[in-house]
């Protein structure tokens, strides 16, 4: 299987910023997409940003301009520039990413969460 192991999580204040980070390892063929997600309390997970294999990226409308997604293919690695925070920004953030095994089986794998707050 395929494990991530986040980082960079923290309290910040309004309009500051932060660099998450998210590792993966294991026998990994390919990787599809690469994304990061959040979520709050009673509230449903929601995609943040996504990077495909082929560098085509997407964001949610209320990131865009402030947050970066990119990531390292030789490393395995994603991150999230995350600039001008916002209160609203405050939730657990998880990376996600999508590919084939050496084996060829697919994976959808999540890490553990990070925790980012962002005071007023």
């Known amino acids: 299987q395929v494990q991530l192991v986040e980082s960079g999580g923290g309290l910040v204040q309004a309009g500051g910023s932060l660099r998450l980070s998210c590792a993966a390892s294991?026998?990994?063929?390919?990787?599809?997409?690469r994304g990061w997600y959040r979520q709050v309390p009673g509230k449903q997970r929601e995609l943040v940003a996504l990077?495909?294999?082929?560098?085509?990226?997407n964001y949610t409308d209320s990131v865009k301009g402030r947050f970066t997604i990119g990531s390292v293919n030789a490393e395995n690695t994603v991150y999230l520039q995350m600039n001008s925070l916002k209160p609203e920004d405050t939730a657990v953030y998880y990376c996600?990413?999508?590919?084939?095994?050496?084996?060829?089986?697919?994976?959808?794998?999540w890490g553990q969460g990070t925790q980012v707050s962002v005071s007023s």
């Open positions: 996600n990413v999508r590919g084939r095994l050496g084996t060829m089986r697919e994976f959808n794998s």
């Open positions: 294991g026998i990994i063929w390919n990787i599809n997409t």
């Open positions: 990077i495909t294999e082929g560098g085509w990226t």
